[in-house]
């Protein structure tokens, strides 16, 4: 008695599976169909009326939502007032991703190359606890340490340093009356809050650099300094880039530490927020969000070309 | 009787690439049937067809004479030992032989016993509490062949399954597989590229080249009666005399073989040349000659005297060890 | 090359981890202070007593309970999506795959005041009044890629293998589902959505375009910082909300620690 070769489906079940393994394409579609469904529907579909309500204006008269098309509102963006608050907003994004790049540069080096077992799993955790923990708490964190009577006025108090917080303060432009009071302060905080996301991808793309390579490197004849330049910086550019975009990203979007620390002076994200809020112009609200799209897609076009995407 | 696996006119190509063309294959029940070939020859595509895990483009499958185009892999009662053995490292070595059993529906009890029974077939009695990730790369290959034999398939498939063991460990699973063949009489389809496993295992052996079958037969036909070129190559390191070195030597105008062992130094001889290099094998010595521009390879017994590199030696050869081959 | 950092390396190392961490310690200290009106360093005197007097505020419970609500709803959601959208892009190759993986990171690569406000603008087109369901439709977007992530990197370790090996022994695609992927996935699909719920358990920018008059702990904290009433309270709250993420977190990492896909790689 032997068994028979082919065995009978014996259910629903293989039934289905059956059908699945003829054709790989449906189970392909039914997988995929309730998460596209979702981002399309809900997220595309809000970015679209995003987009829409953009080209409509607002009457100067009544305050009320024309709903027909035009390119006014786009204009608007243009007004010195309105161009200010882009550019403003541009140049700290910039500021801050230069400034992650640097404090973060050493933080994943030493983590990728030199930390080992327990070190390297309190680096890790070291870096993924701010990156995780509460972002108002981070936000409040820095209230607490900028403030007048805070422990940096007192640190500089105690180390009799108080002349180098004073000439930072005094600084035309980014100075201002206190720390919590200055574009100093928001740079600070920013910097802060988003550097674990340049810590995070710079680590990992360091740590797809064969030490190998580095050998190989040291082997041909080239010192530190030139190991560094020509293979280690060339090797992690896509890990930087990779959090550069984050850090760019959520300077440009965030209106919530600008409003808690700083001068009164507006970024995109703030004017966004009380432009749909308190001011009624839902169309230049979305023409001013419109902004970061576009920075953004340009920026990740270009960062898709240096192969940052690997380092996601 | 029927045969256990018939390939009929089977092609499976991924874009412009083919990797099976137009293959006919009779795989005879309780056979032990080695599908041999270089990576990339088709050789895996093969198993895969059977398995049910590729889809032929085109051509037909038939297990025990049942066209098997519109059966998935589950219900083909086929099973497979895989190349990295693809243990589920969430279950123990007990759950890992028992889970055909469980799907099917099989109770606990009956489906632990016969588990049991399984590993101490392939000598793992005691291991079934321990999780893969304990066990080393030859048990953990014994854990692969209970749990699929436990199925009592009608086909076991074999991917390359030694192909991860240290050379000693190797022999004795040669010797072992054959045996259990033997004993459960199940016929064993196994994929490798590595010819002497091929030969000391398989009653008979398909060699691929490029998605093809270029020669089908026992071991000792295709080691004696090359067919093509790549097979002479291929399977024992046979040396290719081209169709002007086999005329020179009294054969015809067409490409031959000549094994290595098949020729002898002499005083006087066919062949020839200087010696270019000289290899020891343990069991003797393997001595390149070069004649015409031509590399020939001869093997020298331990005891026989062996020459220095760069003089001259002479070789002769019984003229029926002269293997002519069909190709042009 | 690989045995010794330079000292100015480790230096910087060890700087820049003080940095990321140095800021947080001192809301646990705040948390104690005597000080009630101004955040002056040193403070005078330490005290437990504020921790009685969060506690007895009424207006801090129903946004923590809002902010629960939301986040396991939201993580639930996630949960589902993530890994069925994981599942589709782990096995196989299809036209438009690479424009699905810039669908899913786009609600986190965008500035999330983006999200908030086309939500709203959606919202107010279609004249969906505001409600946690409206709150849950933007937490579960930005969460996707959470479980994604996680979920995704997983997959590509199962390789195929054991899948095929599970059908190979008879098992049909639900038995395999339930057998051999789960379990496998388990883990990862747990500190995925550990994550999730940490992160939309704190998130503030879209909730404050889809949240209408509710209010969510962050909100509810947001407010506080814009127009404080009570700081050592703030400070309290700002340290339960800080120990509330920490579990999660530290949770997701001992789940997933050791493999390539370490928890938490892509916030």
């Not at chain 1, 997220?43 to 679209?48: R, V, W």
């Not at chain 3, 379990?183 to 992160?199: D, I, K, Q, R, T």
Request: hydrophobic fraction near 50%; charged fraction near 15%; charge should be neutral.
């Amino acid at each position: 008695m032997t068994a028979p070769a082919i065995i009978p489906p014996r259910g629903l079940a293989d039934r289905l599976t059956t059908l699945f393994w003829r054709h790989p394409r449906l189970l392909l579609s039914l997988l995929i169909a309730p998460p596209l469904l979702w981002l399309g529907v809900v997220y595309l579909g809000s970015l679209a009326a995003l987009l829409l309500q953009s080209f409509y204006s607002i009457d100067e008269f009544s305050g009320l939502i024309v709903h027909e098309f035009t390119l006014k509102t786009y204009g608007e963006l243009l007004r010195p007032s309105n161009a200010d608050v882009i550019l403003r907003t541009l140049g700290m994004a910039i500021a801050v991703t230069i400034a992650s790049a640097f404090i973060a540069f050493p933080i994943a080096y030493f983590a990728a190359r030199y930390a080992k077992g327990r070190w390297k799993a309190a680096f890790y955790l070291g870096i993924m606890l701010p990156l995780w923990s509460s972002y108002l708490v981070k936000v409040y964190a820095w209230k607490l340490i900028l403030a007048k009577e805070g422990i940096l006025t007192w640190a500089t108090e105690a180390t009799h340093t108080s002349w180098l917080l004073n000439a930072a303060l005094s600084l035309p432009g980014v100075g201002g009356n206190s720390l919590s009071t200055s574009y100093i302060g928001t740079f600070l905080t920013f910097t802060y809050v988003w550097l674990p996301f340049m810590i995070l991808p710079m680590q990992a793309s360091l740590e797809r650099v064969p030490n190998s390579m580095l050998e190989a490197a040291a082997d041909l004849g080239a010192t530190a300094r030139q190991t560094f330049r020509t293979v280690v910086l060339p090797l992690a550019m896509p890990g930087i880039v990779a959090g550069s975009i984050f850090t760019f990203s959520l300077t440009l979007g965030d209106y919530i530490i600008p409003q808690i620390i700083g001068t009164s002076a507006s970024f995109i994200g703030m004017a966004v927020y009380q432009l749909q809020g308190t001011a009624g112009n839902i169309p230049l609200a979305a023409a001013f969000a419109v902004v970061p799209i576009v920075i953004m897609l340009i920026y990740l076009s270009l960062a898709k070309r240096a192969g940052a995407f690997d380092a996601l | 009787m029927t045969s256990a696996v018939e390939f009929q006119a089977v092609s499976r190509h991924f874009g412009a690439t083919k990797a099976v063309d137009a293959v006919d294959l009779t795989i005879a029940e309780g056979a032990f049937f080695a599908m041999l070939g270089p990576s990339g020859s088709g050789k895996t595509t093969c198993l895969r067809l059977i398995s049910g895990f590729e889809k032929p483009t085109s051509g037909q499958i038939r297990i025990f004479g049942e066209d098997v185009s519109a059966v998935p892999p589950h219900l083909r009662h086929v099973n497979t030992v895989f190349q990295d053995y693809a243990l589920f490292p969430h279950m123990n070595v007990r759950d890992n032989v028992a889970y055909g059993l469980m799907v099917k529906g099989m109770a606990r009890t009956p489906r632990y016993a016969k588990a049991e029974d399984m590993l101490a077939l392939v000598h793992l009695d005691g291991y079934g509490d321990r999780k893969p990730a304990q066990l080393s790369g030859g048990q953990r290959q014994r854990v692969a062949l209970a749990r699929a034999l436990v199925n009592e398939p009608r086909v076991l498939l074999l991917d390359e399954p030694l192909g991860a063991l240290d050379l000693k460990l190797r022999e004795a699973m040669q010797d072992e597989l054959k045996s259990l063949q033997k004993r459960l009489g199940i016929t064993f389809v196994f994929v490798t590229h590595d010819q002497s496993e091929a030969l000391s295992m398989a009653d008979s052996l398909a060699v691929f080249n490029n998605g093809r079958i270029a020669q089908i037969g026992t071991p000792t036909d295709i080691y004696a009666h090359p067919k093509t070129r790549f097979v002479a190559d291929f399977v024992g390191s046979s040396n290719v005399l081209p169709p002007a070195l086999t005329q020179s030597l009294g054969g015809p105008t067409k490409w031959s073989s000549l094994r290595p062992e098949a020729l002898h130094p002499a005083p006087f001889g066919p062949i020839t040349g200087t010696v270019t290099a000289l290899r020891y094998l343990g069991a003797g010595h393997r001595v390149t000659v070069t004649t015409q521009g031509q590399d020939i390879a001869a093997h020298l017994p331990s005891g026989t005297a062996t020459p220095q590199v760069g003089s001259q030696m002479t070789l002769t050869f019984d003229p029926a060890a002269l293997h002519v081959m069909d190709e042009a | 090359m690989r045995s010794e950092a330079s000292l100015g390396l480790k230096i910087a190392a060890i700087a820049g981890l003080l940095f990321l961490h140095l800021p947080i310690l001192l809301i646990f200290l705040y948390a104690f202070t005597t000080e009630e009106r101004s955040f002056t360093f040193p403070p005078p005197g330490l005290t437990t007593e504020w921790f009685a007097v969060a506690w007895n505020r009424p207006d801090i419970w129903p946004p923590l309970y809002l902010s629960l609500q939301v986040a396991a709803l939201s993580t639930v959601l996630a949960l589902i999506l993530g890994t069925l959208v994981a599942a589709a892009m782990a096995g196989t190759r299809f036209f438009g795959r690479d424009q699905v993986s810039l669908l899913i990171i786009l609600p986190i690569a965008l500035p999330g005041v983006i999200t908030g406000i086309s939500m709203r603008s959606a919202f107010s087109i279609m004249d969906i009044p505001f409600s946690t369901l409206t709150i849950v439709l933007g937490h579960a977007t930005f969460c996707i890629v959470i479980v994604y992530n996680n979920a995704v990197a997983r997959f590509r370790r199962l390789s195929g293998g054991i899948l095929e090996a599970s059908a190979d022994l008879g098992a049909n695609s639900f038995q395999t589902f339930r057998f051999v992927l789960l379990p496998n996935l388990g883990s990862a699909l747990l500190a995925g959505g550990m994550l999730a719920f940490a992160l939309s358990f704190d998130e503030v920018i879209v909730t404050t375009f889809t949240a209408g008059q509710q209010s969510t702990l962050p909100i509810w904290m947001l407010e506080e910082l814009v127009r404080p009433r009570q700081r050592p309270v703030t400070n309290v709250v700002a340290m339960v909300v800080f120990i509330a993420t920490f579990i999660p977190i530290l949770i997701a990492y001992y789940l997933t620690r050791g493999g390539s896909e370490t928890a938490g790689g892509g916030k």
